[in-house]
């Protein structure tokens, strides 16, 4: 009896050793598990951070304006006479507007010049491309690019004065700057004077280096 009881202490023993570890291994894998459910949380939670700073940022960036606050028409003209000719001018135009100061917009232009001297109907057609800056409520600077395939009296026959009519592509870079007069929310008046960069007396369809505008916004 006397050698078994050390048998049975070793056991013992051997059993606790077994039940410690066991114990110590569930312990760590629990713990382990935790963090690893911890960490998920936080990166899940992280990413849907994310993806709301996302959404949010392009819910700023995008242009919620309804259609008519972005895309508007004008219709510009030009009318001028003298003793010698008559002029005029008729463009009409799509614009559209970001969401500050800036405009674009581009349409087709049509130019009529009589010469009242010879008699002489001239005419011109072409197309636009322009910007504008709304500077104040009123005031506005604006650049624009023309080309009309235009035409001019090229030669006159002294003997029977007879005309003789050419035609040329001529282009126009216009500097100006413009009053916008608002008569309603959507509809205004803008008046421009515009000086031509590129005017040539000979070919140019305009009656000078400075011409004017009246427009009609809608």
């Known amino acids: 009896m006397a050698n078994e009881f050390p048998s049975l202490k070793k056991n013992q023993k051997r059993r606790n050793y077994i039940l410690a570890i066991f114990a110590m291994t569930v312990c760590f894998n629990g713990i382990a ?8 949380s936080k990166s899940d939670s992280l990413y849907k951070a994310d993806q709301l700073q ?18 508007g028409f004008d219709i510009n003209t030009s009318f001028w006479i003298n003793p010698s000719s008559t002029f005029f001018e008729f463009s009409p135009v799509v ?8 405009s674009i917009g581009t349409g087709p232009a049509y130019i009529y010049n009589r010469d009242r001297i ?8 072409g197309g636009k491309v322009f910007s504008r800056a709304q500077l104040t409520k009123w005031f506005y600077a604006y650049t624009e690019y023309q ?6 009296i090229s030669s006159i026959n002294s003997s029977n004065n007879e005309v003789a009519k050419s035609k040329e592509y001529v282009d126009s870079w216009f500097l100006s700057l413009g009053v916008n007069i608002r008569v309603s929310k959507r509809h205004g008046i803008n008046m421009q004077a515009l000086y031509d960069l590129l005017y040539n007396k000979e070919t140019s369809p305009y009656y000078g280096a400075w011409t004017y505008r009246i427009g009609f916004g809608f």
Do not use: C, E
Not at 147 to 152: R, T, V
């Open 33 to 40: 598990q935790a963090q690893n459910t911890m960490a998920t």
């Open 54 to 71: 996302t959404q949010t940022t392009a819910q700023k960036h995008a242009d919620t304006r309804p259609i008519s606050q972005r895309i």
């Open 147 to 152: 080309g009309i395939n235009n035409q001019f």
């Open 118 to 125: 010879h008699q002489i109907n001239l005419s011109g057609w």
């Open 95 to 102: 614009v559209y507007n970001f969401p500050r100061i800036i």
